[in-house]
Each structure stands twice: as structure tokens, then as C-alpha cells.
């Protein structure tokens, strides 16, 4: 479970009509970016297996390997920081939308910071647990 301020500043860079892509598999985060993204919006659920919901959509797949949505669609993207966080931010670059938000709650496992310019996603500062990014 995450914490209570962890969720806040995750769910911060979201919006109404939002297209959000998460792969942080927390279903009260996931509702809780469901409801901030509303009726007009998308939320989609990444992983080797995502948890289900009529709130969201979810995509099985790796996202190491390749999330399979169009480029430049992406608003916000929420990650979790894993071993392969290199891989996914160069996904998640190609997915985001110019100047798009991105979240990495962080495990300390990986320098994010390295990673996150190395896909050319500048780091903007980390809260809570959490690493914001802005992505090209």
C-alpha cells in the first residue's frame, strides 16, 4: 500500500480529461487517478498483469519491452521504480506528449534521476517518496 502523501503528489500531475498511463499496480491509486481523470479521460492500467477495472483500462504487457499504445498520446505517466526503469522511461518518452508529466514512486534501487535525463526526461524535484519529471 502506498502512502497517503505518496498518492497525493502521484496523483498531482493529473487532470480532468487526462489520458494517464500507470504501471504502479495500487488499485486505490488507480481509482484515484480513474476519478481525478473522469468520464471524459483515460486511465490505463500497464503491467504483466493489471488489475481489472470498468474504471480503467488495462493493457497486459511488459513495459520494458514495448507499451502498446501510439506515440504522443500520454498526459501523464505514474511509474514504479524497477531494475528495467531505463527501459520503461524510454516507453514512457515515446508515449508522453510534449512537455507531459511524469511520476516515478521511487524504490531506491536505481539512480531515477540518471535514468529519467538519460530517455531526455528532466527531473524537476522529489516529494514524498516520489520523483517528478517533465518529459521533452
Not at 498511463?21 to 493489471?50: F, H, K, N
Not at 514495448?66 to 505514474?78: E, W, Y
Request: glycine letters at 12%.
Amino acid at each position: 500500500m502506498i502512502d497517503a502523501a505518496a498518492v497525493e503528489v502521484l496523483t498531482d500531475g493529473c487532470s480532468r480529461g487526462f489520458t494517464i498511463l500507470c504501471t504502479v499496480g495500487d488499485m486505490a491509486l488507480l481509482a484515484s487517478l480513474a476519478s481525478i481523470a473522469g468520464t471524459t479521460g483515460l486511465v490505463i492500467a500497464a503491467g504483466r498483469e493489471p488489475s481489472p477495472s470498468v474504471a480503467w483500462g488495462a493493457v497486459r504487457c511488459d513495459p520494458a519491452l514495448g507499451i502498446p499504445v501510439r506515440s504522443h498520446v500520454i498526459d501523464t505517466a505514474v511509474v514504479v521504480e524497477t531494475d528495467a526503469l531505463a527501459d520503461v522511461a524510454e516507453e514512457v518518452r515515446r508515449v508522453l506528449v510534449p512537455g507531459g508529466d511524469v511520476r516515478v514512486l521511487l524504490a531506491g534501487t536505481v539512480d531515477a534521476e540518471a535514468v529519467l535525463r538519460g530517455a531526455a526526461i528532466e527531473p524537476v524535484r522529489q516529494q514524498a517518496g516520489v520523483l517528478i519529471g517533465c518529459g521533452p
